[in-house]
Structure formats: structure tokens, C-alpha cells
């Protein structure tokens, strides 16, 4: 009986210590030296503003001068505004301002961890404000993918913008657990996901 005591106390401790490391993994910053804006972007400037979520980000801000309204643009997990800078591209040059930033602890913007869309739904809210501060038409349009899109799901950008297109999001944080545990663990990651979610 202790014989099998013993394995399942070391089980229940190997499960933990293996949730807490891929926990620890899976909200590990992802910063990256970004560089400058590129040459072919006229009237175009790097910022940084500070966010709800206790960060300083740093983006970009293309200007159009149309009056169109303004693009927020939205990253994905483990990425950055580099993401993004085609449709910054595109945007701006059909007439629309555009902001493109790292969430908190991406890219170039400070952040201790990654929580997808908990503090990042903060950054969204933040830079919204940043954006329509800078707009003579108010009118603003965001574009999310994945963590990007959560993030203005999770927060108040959902109440505020006049459009709104989410690529790729995820709609619970319970299933962008369990898919990114099944990813790296296979089968035994959707058991553990109830764990690292609590």
C-alpha cells in the first residue's frame, strides 16, 4: 500500500512540476529588437505611450492625412508589429491612419509575461485612445488576429470601434490552453490544461 502511495504522490509531483514548466513557458516574453521604420513608408513615426496594463509599448503611426479615420492594427501571440506592416502598407495608402504597436512583453514593449488577452485587452484599450487622440475623423476600424483579436474582445475596444475583423481568435482562454498544451505535449496536454488553467 505505501509502494503505491509513493507512485502516486510522485506522479501527482511530476504532473505538477511539468504544468508549472510549460506554464512558465508558454508565458514567457517575446521581445524582439524591431529596428527602424521602413524607408518606403512616408509620414510615418515610432511612439510610445503607456498602457493600462502598467507597460510602455511601442508601435508605429503611419499618417495618411485624408481624413479617413483611423486602422488599429492587433498582432498575434509571439509575434509583433511586424506582423502587420503589409496592411499598415495598405491601409495607409488607401487613405486610412494607421497604428500598429507590441502588446505588453512583445517586441519592443515591456511586460513580464504574456497572458493572452488578460493584459494585452488593456494595450488594446490604450492604444485606441492613443489612435482616436490623433484622428480628425474618429472613425476607427480594428484588425486583430489571434491574441490581437481576443484582446479587443476581452476589453472595451469591442463597445468602441465601428469595425471590428478578428482572424484566428481563440473563444475561451481554457481552449487556447488546452490547443497550445496539445501542441507541445500531444494527447496528455488536453488532461493537464484544467490545471495550468487554475
Known amino acids: 500500500m505505501k509502494k503505491i502511495l509513493k507512485i502516486i504522490v510522485s506522479l501527482l509531483l511530476f ?3 511539468l504544468i508549472y514548466l510549460v506554464g512558465t513557458l508558454l508565458i514567457q516574453p517575446s521581445p524582439k529588437n524591431i529596428g ?35 486602422v488599429l492594427l492587433l498582432h498575434g501571440v509571439r509575434s509583433n508589429r511586424l506582423q502587420m506592416l503589409q496592411r499598415a502598407k495598405f491601409l495607409q495608402k488607401a487613405g486610412y491612419d494607421v497604428l500598429l504597436f507590441d502588446f505588453q512583453a512583445h517586441g519592443e514593449s515591456r511586460g513580464e509575461k504574456i497572458t493572452f488577452g488578460y493584459l494585452e485587452s488593456k494595450d488594446a484599450e490604450s492604444a485606441y485612445a492613443y489612435l482616436k487622440d490623433r484622428l480628425c475623423n474618429p472613425t476607427i476600424a480594428v484588425i486583430g488576429v489571434s491574441l490581437g483579436g481576443a484582446s479587443a474582445l476581452l476589453g472595451e475596444v469591442t463597445s468602441k470601434a465601428k469595425v471590428m475583423i478578428l482572424e484566428s481568435v481563440y473563444p475561451t482562454i481554457e481552449e487556447a490552453i488546452n490547443n497550445r498544451l496539445s501542441i507541445r505535449l500531444g494527447s496528455m496536454g488536453s488532461h493537464l490544461s484544467p490545471l495550468l488553467t487554475m
Open 15 to 17: 504532473s505538477l512540476l
Open 36 to 70: 527602424a521604420i521602413p524607408h518606403d513608408v512616408p509620414n510615418a513615426r515610432a511612439v510610445s505611450f503607456p498602457s493600462r496594463s502598467g507597460s510602455q509599448l511601442s508601435g508605429w503611426f503611419f499618417e495618411a492625412k485624408q481624413g479617413k479615420g483611423g
